[in-house]
């Protein structure tokens, strides 16, 4: 199947610096990405939807000043937490949308986010 | 919001099948079940997906009930590496909806040896 990489793997960061994740599909063009955040023992949260060459679309209750997303080009979506405080500590995962007859999605292997 | 209720947790024994069910009974005509599954702190697997029809790919089998309010998700031989939780989606893919994923709790598997 198609590979998705996520960097860095993990992250430790004072609180109120910003931190940014990279999330690349390696082997497909992706126009469409997402991003998820998962914290301890729960589910996957759907946070926003990446295309490139257009602004994001995010869920509800997600901050879009917080979690700026970039999609630059058909390999790259950037995540950047903003002003990053102890509550954004999670893990972190993107995933790319194969276009095609059965739309498949590829997830990256997450980062982990660790905010002091 | 997720579209699906499976139970939180399921044993099962190496080398048996296990069985997994996913309630989506307010499921539309044009979306479709997927299963997914994550390792611990690992990102989600795909594993298969259907509409109507029931399906085999090397990893599972997926059998629809014919009202599609229900699946299961078969895995034929269980091995210790099975061992996730193993999420049941049922997803759009027209429109503003596509490719979008809403996870539930999932199931976690245990595969004892």
């Known amino acids: 199947g198609a590979v998705v990489s996520q960097h860095p793997s993990r992250v430790i960061c004072k609180s109120g610096t910003s931190v940014k994740i990279e999330c690349r599909s390696l082997?497909?063009?992706?126009?469409?990405m997402f991003w998820y955040r998962q914290f301890p023992k729960k589910s996957l949260m759907l946070m926003a939807t990446?295309?490139?060459?257009?602004?994001?679309?995010?869920e509800q209750g997600v901050e879009k000043d917080k979690f700026l997303i970039n999609h630059a080009s058909l390999t790259l979506s950037t995540l950047t937490v903003t002003s990053a405080h102890p509550e954004d500590s999670s893990f972190y995962i993107c995933?790319?949308?194969?276009?095609?007859?059965?739309?498949?999605?590829?997830f990256g292997p997450g980062t982990r986010l660790t905010v002091l | 919001d997720a579209k699906t209720t499976q139970p939180p947790s399921m044993d099962c024994a190496e080398g048996r099948a296990a069985n997994l069910p996913c309630n989506h009974s307010t499921i539309s005509g044009n979306e479709y079940v997927y299963w997914y599954r994550q390792i611990h702190s690992q990102g989600p697997q795909y594993i298969i997906h259907?509409?109507?029809n029931n399906e085999t790919n090397e990893m599972a089998s997926l059998i629809i009930t014919e009202d599609r309010k229900s699946s299961t998700l078969i895995l034929p031989h269980a091995t210790l590496r099975d061992t996730a939780v193993y999420y049941c989606i049922v997803r759009g893919d027209r429109g503003s909806t596509l490719g979008r994923l809403y996870f539930g709790r999932g199931t976690q598997l245990t595969v004892w040896p």
């Open positions: 990446s295309n490139e060459g257009s602004k994001a679309t995010y």
């Open positions: 082997d497909f063009q992706a126009t469409t």
């Open positions: 995933s790319a949308l194969l276009a095609g007859s059965y739309n498949e999605q590829f």
């Open positions: 259907g509409l109507k």
